[in-house]
């Protein structure tokens, strides 16, 4: 049986802003080279270019997936704060909680990221896949309902169980 691959190039497109590890660079905090945040493009490129590289690639199934709906998000995350994180993405991004920083476009961005677990998930519950890894940024794992955290600014493996728990009726 296959495994899925769940990715989308839009995802390497977040930015989490200048930082020095998890620092914000000013005053006495200089930029690191390469960008100097822990969670970046770089390391999901990689992880992509050497699947293709090595023609791993060819033996997986999948590809992009749909952003996850804000119905699926409100599954998991209060409408209040996925409000709020729209309004603040569409003004130009900034931070939601604790180390999240994010630019313009950093909801639709988390949105797709949220999508692309869902896509792995329906695939393996399916059958249509044995496992699945969701390549996708910004990362998910210390995310909170209420509360963003550590460059993590929706709860995507959350968003993906309470959608396969309670699928969207067909239109």
Same mark, same amino acid.
């Given at each position: 049986?296959?495994?899925?691959? &769940?990715?989308? =190039?839009?995802?390497?497109?977040?930015?989490?802003?200048? &930082?020095?590890?998890?620092?914000?660079? *000013?005053?006495?905090?200089?930029?690191?080279?390469? *960008?100097?945040?822990? =969670?970046?493009? =770089?390391?999901?490129?990689?992880?992509?270019?050497?699947?293709?590289?090595?023609?791993?690639?060819?033996?997986?199934?999948?590809?992009?997936a749909p952003a996850a709906t804000h119905e699926m998000l409100a599954r998991?995350?209060?409408?209040?704060?996925?409000?709020?994180?729209?309004?603040?993405?569409?003004?130009?991004?900034?931070?939601?909680?604790?180390?999240?920083?994010?630019?313009? *476009?950093? &909801?639709?961005?988390?949105?797709?990221?949220?999508?692309?677990?869902?896509?792995?998930?329906?695939?393996v519950l399916s059958g249509k896949v044995e496992n699945a890894y969701a390549?996708?940024?910004?990362?998910?794992?210390?995310?909170?309902p209420d509360f963003p955290n550590g460059f993590c600014l929706l709860a995507?493996?959350?968003?993906?169980?309470?959608?396969?728990?309670?699928?969207?009726?067909?239109?």
């Amino acid at each position: 049986m296959a495994t899925g691959f &769940y990715w989308d =190039e839009r995802s390497f497109w977040h930015s989490g802003g200048n &930082y020095a590890g998890t620092l914000p660079v *000013g005053g006495l905090v200089q930029p690191l080279a390469a *960008g100097g945040l822990p =969670e970046s493009p =770089e390391t999901k490129r990689r992880l992509k270019n050497l699947l293709d590289v090595t023609g791993l690639s060819r033996e997986l199934v999948g590809s992009s997936a749909p952003a996850a709906t804000h119905e699926m998000l409100a599954r998991v995350h209060p409408i209040a704060f996925l409000d709020r994180f729209k309004r603040v993405s569409d003004a130009g991004g900034g931070e939601l909680g604790l180390r999240t920083p994010f630019g313009q *476009g950093g &909801y639709e961005l988390a949105a797709l990221a949220a999508g692309l677990s869902v896509a792995a998930m329906r695939d393996v519950l399916s059958g249509k896949v044995e496992n699945a890894y969701a390549l996708s940024r910004p990362p998910g794992h210390h995310c909170l309902p209420d509360f963003p955290n550590g460059f993590c600014l929706l709860a995507n493996l959350a968003i993906a169980i309470r959608t396969m728990q309670r699928p969207a009726k067909p239109s």
